[in-house]
Structures are given as structure tokens and as C-alpha cells.
Nanobody
Framework: QVQLVESGGGLVQAGGSLRLSCGAS????????MGWYRQAPGKEREFVAR????????YAADSVKGRFTISRDNAKNTVYLQMNSLKPEDTAIYYC??????????WGQGTQVTVSS
């Protein structure tokens, strides 16, 4: 099992920045990737960004490209999401996600991000 704990959410004005962190513990030796999803009120959960744990390759949704940057610290088993130029439509609960090489999938409890206009 892998446990994920997010931090860094909060309230920010449009155009501002936040950095989310997600620390993993437990059976992290088989981590294949870590990433972020988000879910706005009344909407389905959507993909935001992912980073491959070994190669460092990154992927991001078109809606956040150029504004959000995902990065990792392998030694700390932590993934970060730097969010710049935030918009009100970025308001959502942001969930950390981790996948193992065996196909297991893990989720954090979520952290609220609210962007005021």
C-alpha cells in the first residue's frame, strides 16, 4: 500500500500562484508515476498533470500547459505542482495520484484550491 498526503491548497486571487505538495509513504519502491487530478463542483474528476518517476517525463492537460509545472523529489518521494497565473476556473479539489509498476492505483484525500476573481 501507498499513502499519499497533499498540502499547499488555499485561497488565492486570480493571477496568483500556489504550490501543491504530495508526499508518498509505504511501498513506494515500485512507483511508476505520480500526478494530479482535480474535481470542480458538479464536474467529473479530470487529469491535470503526471510525471514518470524514473525518467522524469511530464504530461499536462491542455488547460494548464504553460501555467502549471509538475516536478518531483525522488529522495523525498514527493511530487509538486507549481500553479501560476491561476484562474477562477482552476477552483477545485486537487487530488494526488500514484501508480505502481504492478498496476495499483492510489489517491490522496484531496486539497482545496479556490481562485477568486
Amino acid at each position: 500500500q501507498v499513502q499519499l498526503v497533499e498540502s499547499g491548497g488555499g485561497l488565492v486571487q486570480a493571477g496568483g500562484s500556489l504550490r501543491l505538495s504530495c508526499g508518498a509513504s509505504g511501498r513506494t519502491f515500485s512507483t511508476a508515476y505520480m500526478g494530479w487530478y482535480r474535481q470542480a463542483p458538479g464536474k467529473e474528476r479530470e487529469f491535470v498533470a503526471r510525471i514518470m518517476w524514473s525518467s522524469g517525463s511530464t504530461y499536462a492537460a491542455d488547460s494548464v500547459k504553460g501555467r502549471f509545472t509538475i516536478s518531483r523529489d525522488n529522495a523525498k518521494n514527493t511530487v509538486y505542482l507549481q500553479m501560476n497565473s491561476l484562474k477562477p476556473e482552476d477552483t477545485a479539489i486537487y487530488y494526488c495520484n500514484s501508480g505502481s509498476r504492478s498496476g495499483s492505483d492510489y489517491w490522496g484525500q484531496g486539497t482545496q484550491v479556490t481562485v477568486s476573481s
